[in-house]
């Protein structure tokens, strides 16, 4: 009977809890453990003119992660991420999506929190350089956000001629370099003033060219620099996110209206010269309940100059500079009451890159991306249906080393399941 009684007491604790892990609280500490889920069925279409689609189920992303408090100042967490979607080469048979090659320690951070206003935040952290790279992927409305690194591949593995297609929204950090996307190891002085009113944060960190992932190309290895504020008119009856990371949305649960900007700089230097990296990110977020409905729009603008030419770090040259340019719109709409066991959205987003002295002086892709969203339980249960067009314009459509191969337009369609534990 005590047997029957404590397997009854087990599955209640474990259904109460399955929207926040596991938690334990003893005197001042704090610690939360849990498992997060992205599964993936995707119709993924062809590349380039010797390609054909292809269709795979793949574990998008799987994540264990553990966070919490020691104290009133000491916090700390981490994030361990597992796929399976990258495994299979983009050859033709099949082609991964946005995954990691390998298993990574995603996230491993010790932040000592003073006050709302100050923070010191160091270990292996969120680049703050803009609303996409402080977003983490399980918090995104449209679950294909991290790129469309596709196209890369296909260049890396010599189907292609040229150097490597430079998205301006990723960050100069790390993970360009370790397919640790959109992370960087170092320290971040951060916090939020007056209600969420003002926003910042100000990172020195290793940044793209360490030198400890190529010591013999790069020859005086330097620290990346950079900072980001985030503005929000409290007056108006607004407000933003006062912790580290930033939300795709909010569900309506407050109007948010957050301007952000931020600047970074990295200097690469090798035998073939040097050239000082810089970008500059603006976005903003706007997000208002109105009865049932919760619109939600966001625009953003990131410019990279001084960029090194090449593939990667091994043979990157400094030539003509390359400059990449971006911007995109994005808007949601969500329907506020339960249709059924969940919440209905629809999403839209609309992006262009651009790279000067990259593919014949200019090259550009263009994505758009349409996707139908229902929330079970906000981001803890989530089913995406939807689509991506991507459309590399003339200049980069470059032939193959035996000049019969291009690349081509073409349509990506994913069915995402996510649950968060």
């Not at 059924?340 to 790279?355: H, M, Q, W």
């Amino acid at each position: 009977m005590a047997f029957k009684s404590l397997k009854r007491l087990f599955l209640a604790t474990l259904l109460a809890s399955s929207s926040f892990g596991f938690e334990i609280k003893q005197g001042q500490q704090d610690v939360m453990a849990g498992l997060k889920l992205q599964i993936f069925a995707q119709k993924d279409g062809a590349i380039t003119t010797k390609d054909h689609s292809s269709t795979n189920f793949s574990v998008q992303n799987a994540r264990i992660y553990f966070m919490g408090r020691l104290n009133k100042i000491v916090e700390f967490g981490a994030n361990f991420d597992f796929s399976d979607n990258n495994l299979i080469p983009p050859d033709g048979t099949a082609r991964a999506h946005t995954g990691m090659h390998k298993s990574v320690v995603k996230d491993a951070y010790i932040n000592l929190r003073f006050s709302r206003a100050f923070n010191i935040m160091t270990g292996l952290f969120m680049d703050p350089y803009s609303r996409i790279s402080l977003t983490d992927s399980y918090y995104t409305i449209i679950p294909t956000m991290e790129g469309i690194g596709t196209i890369n591949s296909a260049i890396m593995d010599g189907y292609l001629k040229g150097p490597m297609f430079v998205n301006p929204f990723t960050p100069l950090d790390i993970g360009s370099d370790i397919q640790n996307g959109y992370r960087d190891m170092g320290i971040v002085l951060w916090g939020s003033k007056f209600h969420s009113a003002i926003k910042y944060y100000v990172d020195i960190a290793n940044g793209r060219y360490d030198y400890e992932l190529s010591q013999n190309n790069i020859t005086s290895p330097s620290l990346k620099y950079g900072f980001r504020i985030e503005l929000s008119p409290t007056f108006l009856g607004f407000s933003n996110n006062e912790g580290y990371m930033d939300e795709d949305t909010y569900f309506g649960h407050k109007n948010i209206l957050a301007l952000g900007i931020a600047y970074e700089q990295d200097k690469f230097t090798n035998q073939s010269g040097s050239t000082n990296s810089k970008s500059f990110d603006t976005d903003l977020l706007f997000e208002k309940k109105f009865k049932s409905i919760v619109p939600n729009l966001q625009i953003g603008y990131s410019n990279t100059t001084g960029l090194p030419y090449g593939m990667k770090l091994t043979n990157y040259t400094v030539k003509a500079p390359i400059k990449a340019t971006g911007y995109y719109l994005q808007t949601a709409l969500l329907y506020d009451k339960y249709v059924g066991i969940g919440k209905p959205s629809l999403a839209f987003r609309y992006e262009t890159d651009e790279n000067t002295n990259n593919y014949q002086n200019k090259a550009k892709i263009n994505r758009l991306s349409i996707f139908a969203i229902y929330y079970i339980n906000s981001e803890s249960a989530k089913i995406s249906l939807g689509a991506d067009f991507i459309n590399p314009d003339s200049n980069l459509v470059y032939d193959t080393a035996n000049g019969q191969t291009t690349l081509k337009n073409y349509w990506d369609y994913t069915l995402a399941l996510q649950t968060m534990f």
